[in-house]
T-cell receptor, first 114, second 115 residues
Framework: AQKVTQAQTEISVVEKEDVTLDCVYETRDTTYYLFWYKQPPSGELVFLIRRNSFDEQNEISGRYSWNFQKSTSSFNFTITASQVVDSAVYFCALSEAGGFKTIFGAGTRLFVKA | ETGVTQTPRHLVMGMTNKKSLKCEQHLGHNAMYWYKQSAKKPLELMFVYNFKEQTENNSVPSRFSPECPNSSHLFLHLHTLQPEDSALYLC??????????????FGPGTRLTVT
């Protein structure tokens, strides 16, 4: 069975600190997809990144970076120099190839204080 | 309108009422989803439609009845709900599968309160 674990329920940092959100997944599939979404207080989930299981290259997008390690079944998300606008709930998700069933983690609520 | 829209944004209904939630996507996608988000549970997939055909029903009680008349519109018909059905209902859309899995684009949700 597929499973996504986000062990950190809440994280609180001060602006400009770096913060890493952890995501550990379980799947028996050899081909799968991983995602990160952001849910600000407005409620609408916003897509951040998609990564397939064959692409282990880390990715950087501005202050955001992602570290995908198949050996540890982890797909961690780092925000560098955090800002108050980064305050949100962040979800890691896992999907099988060719399917529509996406399993979401419980989410990590990030508070960034000014 | 752009993206995914949902109406109404807030809904309060009694347990004997019948109401419907509406979702519309303007992204040219062919897959649409309903999710339930409760305070203390992870995001739960309810239904998936691909090219208007239902492909997933995640053991949802029959008091929730989805309808997908075309690839751009998705409805969730509600009747005789229970207080525990109070939650944020999110609609999403994505490209169809074609052997891959694509990111989903979400609407702002309908906050449902059952009294």
């Amino acid at each position: 069975a597929q499973k996504v674990t986000q062990a950190q329920t809440e994280i609180s940092v001060v602006e400009k600190e770096d913060v890493t959100l952890d995501c550990v997944y379980e799947t028996r599939d050899t081909t799968y997809y991983l995602f990160w979404y952001k849910q600000p207080p407005s409620g609408e989930l916003v897509f951040l990144i998609r990564r397939n299981s064959f692409d282990e290259q880390n990715e950087i997008s501005g202050r955001y970076s992602w570290n995908f390690q198949k050996s540890t079944s982890s797909f961690n998300f780092t925000i560098t120099a955090s800002q108050v606008v980064d305050s949100a709930v962040y979800f890691c998700a896992l999907s099988e190839a060719g399917g529509f069933k996406t399993i979401f983690g419980a989410g990590t609520r990030l508070f960034v204080k000014a | 309108e752009t993206g995914v829209t949902q109406t109404p944004r807030h809904l309060v209904m009694g347990m004997t009422n019948k109401k419907s939630l509406k979702c519309e996507q303007h992204l040219g996608h062919n897959a649409m989803y309903w999710y339930k988000q409760s305070a203390k549970k992870p995001l739960e997939l309810m239904f998936v439609y691909n090219f208007k055909e239902q492909t997933e029903n995640n053991s949802v009680p029959s008091r929730f009845s989805p309808e997908c008349p075309n690839s751009s519109h998705l409805f969730l018909h509600l009747h005789t709900l229970q207080p525990e059905d109070s939650a944020l209902y999110l609609c999403a859309s994505s490209q169809d599968s074609s052997g891959r899995s694509y990111e989903q684009y979400f609407g702002p949700g309908t906050r449902l309160t059952v009294t």
